[in-house]
């Protein structure tokens, strides 16, 4: 099972970007789609993006599609969010999370998550 460790958070103005990093560790990391996931303060979590564990299929959530671009480099074991023309509604804790399954955006099919980045985006 991989473990994940995100990285990257921090405080940036409305329209600025950010890159997050999830870093795995463990042999079978290739095998897994990956997902990244975000929740708001009094809020549950949702989906953002998702990847193929070959990352030839990505999937967004419509509130960042064209903004944000998920990637990862299986070699490397990391995955990455790059978050462009951030909003102060983006503001959230960011998970990054692993599905022995293809590409989907339900987090309770997700087997294993990392322990949060905080992401805030001031006006």
């Known amino acids: 099972q991989v473990q994940l460790v995100e990285s990257g958070g921090g405080l940036v103005q409305a329209g600025n970007s950010l890159r997050l990093s999830c870093a795995g560790s463990g042999r079978t990391f290739s095998g897994y789609a990956m997902g990244w996931f975000r929740q708001a303060p009094g809020k549950k979590r949702e989906f953002a993006a998702a990847?193929?564990?070959?990352?030839?299929?990505?999937y967004y959530a419509d509130s960042v599609k064209g903004r944000f671009t998920i990637s990862r480099d299986n070699a490397k074991k990391m995955v990455y969010l790059q978050m462009n023309s951030l909003k102060p509604e983006d503001t959230a804790v960011y998970y990054c999370?692993?599905?022995?399954?293809?590409?989907?955006?339900?987090?309770?099919?997700?087997?294993?998550w990392g322990q949060g980045t905080q992401v805030t985006v001031s006006s």
């Open positions: 990847i193929s564990w070959n990352g030839r299929s990505t």
């Open positions: 999370a692993a599905a022995d399954a293809g590409i989907i955006d339900l987090p309770d099919k997700y087997n294993l």
